[in-house]
Structures are given as structure tokens and as C-alpha cells.
């Protein structure tokens, strides 16, 4: 996906939510990485149409990301050696100690309950 491209993203949000992804999902010798398949183009377009309302959930988490990567590691989390990236340990520490913020938790809880069940 080129910068060009996109429609809710900004560039750099688009390259942390790739790194997001490839720590997640990562290529493997015999399958595509989450990048590969065009899982921020999806995310992109989601959030510019359908999910629009997701936005500042998305927002929030990346700017949680990306602050405790540069408390960490003097960098963005996009900017981050791929083996710096720890998904799961930045944004629990990011958090604080009780988890995930109360507002990412009433968010999520709210998502939840409007989303359909299938």
C-alpha cells in the first residue's frame, strides 16, 4: 500500500500499524505475514467507512505503542528493530498496571455489545 493510498491513516500511523501486525501475524516460509495480505488496507478503509466510530480506540492504542516504545528504545514503534517490537509487554506497561486504560476497557465493552454475534 503507497502513502497515496490512503484514506483514514496517516503514513507513519499506517507503518505502526503494519509493525502492529507483523509482530502479531508475521510471513513464515510457507504463509504471508499479515502485511502481505493486505491487512492495513483493510484496517485503512475500515476505519475511514464501516468503522469509522473505532477510530479513537485505534488512535489511542497506537499512540500508547508508540510512547512506551520511545521510553524503551529512544524510537517510534514503527521506527523499532523488529525484535524491540513487543506488542504485548508495550502496551500492557503503557497501560499501567491494572491492564488495558478504563477508557479502552468501556470502549471495548461498548464495541462489543453493538457489534452482531454471528
Known amino acids: 500500500m503507497t502513502d497515496t493510498g490512503l484514506l483514514s491513516l496517516s503514513p507513519y500511523r499506517a507503518r505502526c500499524v503494519a509493525a502492529v501486525f507483523e509482530a502479531m501475524f508475521p510471513a513464515g516460509p510457507d504463509h504471508p505475514g499479515a ?22 480506540a485505534y488512535d489511542l492504542g497506537l499512540d500508547a505503542l508508540d510512547r512506551e516504545a520511545r521510553r524503551r528504545h529512544g524510537a517510534g514503534f514503527a521506527d523499532c528493530a523488529p525484535a524491540s517490537r513487543s506488542v504485548r509487554s508495550a502496551s500492557w506497561s503503557a497501560a499501567g498496571q491494572s491492564g488495558k486504560p478504563a477508557r479502552w476497557r468501556r470502549r471495548a465493552s461498548r464495541s462489543r455489545a453493538s457489534s452482531p454475534r454471528s
Not at 493486505?38 to 477510530?55: E, N
Open 35 to 56: 502485511v502481505e495480505i493486505g491487512a492495513v488496507a483493510y484496517l485503512d478503509r475500515a476505519l475511514a467507512g464501516h468503522d469509522r466510530h473505532q477510530r479513537d
